[in-house]
């Protein structure tokens, strides 16, 4: 997900593409209430992440989501809420198919109110909205194979022995692995051959069908070429597989952060040594002085900052950058981390306004966090005593790498002593 | 695996049975440099835990585990730390069918050293060291499966369309997905079987082999009983399922907490006020006076400890109960956590030692953290403004079940504020 964040594509595609997300599922296995596409992580439902997949994919020109019509309003709600400029919903069918071809057919409609003008796609990819971890690559090796083939879809190794059964529940015999695959998401199809498989396509099959890939062989002709995709492909069925998809957001939103150091040389030699100790928990610092200039890029790019004080219990530094964060709107598709860590000497603690930083951190954190700002604070004292200071160098480094991976809202506006 | 953790068995076995976990596995798809089985979250590693779900079993009477010649040794640090006292670890074979075998002639092996007599086992079950999941009830209908027909496997609905490809990678024709299963783990075989099938295989198939389930019948003309298993049996193969199992453990260890009022009337109140709020998290609270008599059998069962200290920022009550809890080793599975709740008047704070008490819990939570046990601290003021009171509480009850539910060892001993 990360990857696909940083790198831009190198290879685009020279044909219009559209995609077609059905999400009508209604989520039973997951041992959840709410349909697995809706459910949240991170303040996000999922099919938000898996649309991200392909907003940010620039030569996809629409992407058509077709909703069951009792979430319809839930639907537009998170288009709006998330700024997803390529997306229309529309109503689903009663079965797979028939939602996938309402996809289709949309994409085949003039939408007059549009003030750009959308072409009719000649590749359609299809899209399960519980994958989210799609990557650009692999949509880019679809898109192209479908257009030469008429039809591609991707596979996966059987990661189980395939076994056949008898009547009343006994072993027959087992499949030869080798020569099976699994058939996964996503497919793409020219928009011809999938126009014209729905368009010939039976009652029962509309009913009972499971394979798009099937429905071109049958209708069409078509042999879909099978592409074999990454692990990344697999599809958020169990509750589990929320947290697993929770964590791999997580990771990618902890690789790396920047420092701030105002400046201050102490601040600086501060920066040094948490550079080295959050390196050992995985994530990357970038230290700057301010933000000012060519630094501002960094408002643009990062998920995490750390602000230094040093001998100032002043918050203005941080009120200062999280008015610039709610201006750039970076906070709308993750929370974003800010944490203050003030370095104070060992005197100061006990005599100056402990007590009024405390309840100012917390009503900054409280309004940052509606705007999806986490914002957390770090005191930590200046000590001669090297030893000390480096327990407590390594104590700021351990919480700040906890703070940036769990992103915990509860949290927020906490003073943590390091 | 809460539920198996709280739910004794109704049902046992009348005949010995053993396990054999072939643990021998590189974990390349994980991503990750260790192997997976030997991959830890909450402090342990992944096979601890598949070990603890057959230990638990009353009628189960000795684990083989079967580890390449280079993990030994870490394999017995884990049986020996975790106290893993059903288990023997022995050296595994260049193939996985050569590993289970090593492990059934080791079942079939005296152990001049046990003191209790270890009998022959009339039924063997084979499992994953990465599917830790496997409950007492699935488990038993594999056993008895197997003693009446010789072989019992578990098996899962297929999740995706399989596929056959033509040899130049196009659809050729998918199968029906109701005539085929997807064979998964345990299985069983009475010990005759099991042993008869190794000591007749061939050397191609100790080689190339994929499905004991499969040598049964070819060895033995054994038809193994195929049984439906549930979701909860997936193999950890991903990093992502790493995530997913640790999310797992940490649902099942924070659905109840014990609260300890210590008498005081106020602190009555603010646990009901909790109650009230925490259950909204999906936390169970379970309030009681002090730890005496019939109330310590709480420190037996559950991972959560609130202890509510009013007027008194004492730490003596915390400190007592962590004496108890490490006197009963109940953090040797799972880590405890603790969080002492400190309900002060609003005057107190800036008068008294508020200075004194961060340090204090700060030595308290690192001298914990050794034995395994997490500890916190809340503070919370008294106020007479009710929707300030209100926000407070439901601050902390905010704050409790994020810290119960994330089980974060870089924030021990913090003082939060609520
Ligand atoms: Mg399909
Ligand atoms: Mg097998």
Redesign the interface.
Known sequence: AGKSDLQPAERSVDFPVSVVLPAGGTGE?TGLQTPKQFCSFLGRPLISYTIQAFERVSWIQSIVVVVAKENMELMTDIVQRFQHGKVRAVPGGSTRHRSICNGVLALGEEEEEEEEEEVRPEVVIIHDAVRPFVDEDFLYSIATAAKE?G?A?A??P?????????SD???DH??E?A??????MPQGFTYDVIYRAYQRCSESDFEFG??C??LA?QYCGT?????QGP?TL??V??K??L??????IKDALSRSACVITGGSARAATLADALQEAVGAHGTELDVIPDLMGENARCLLKEWNFIQLSVNRSFLSDVEAMLTVLEAANRALLHPLVVIWVHLSDSDE??VSGR?AE?AAI?DLASAAKLRNILLYGIQLHQSKDTERWERSVSRVA??T??LIR?R?P??V?????A
């Open positions: 296995r083939h039809a879809g596979v996966r059987l990661v189980s022995t395939v076994i056949a059964t008898t529940g006994f072993l087992s499949l692995r020569k099976y695959r699994a058939s996964e499971t394979e890939l099937h062989l042999k879909a070429k099978l592409i692990p697999w599809k069925t169990y589990r597989d947290a697993a998809a929770e964590s791999i603690l006990s007590a405390p917390m351990e919480i790498s906890a769990e915990s509860a949290l506006g906490q003073l943590l002593q």
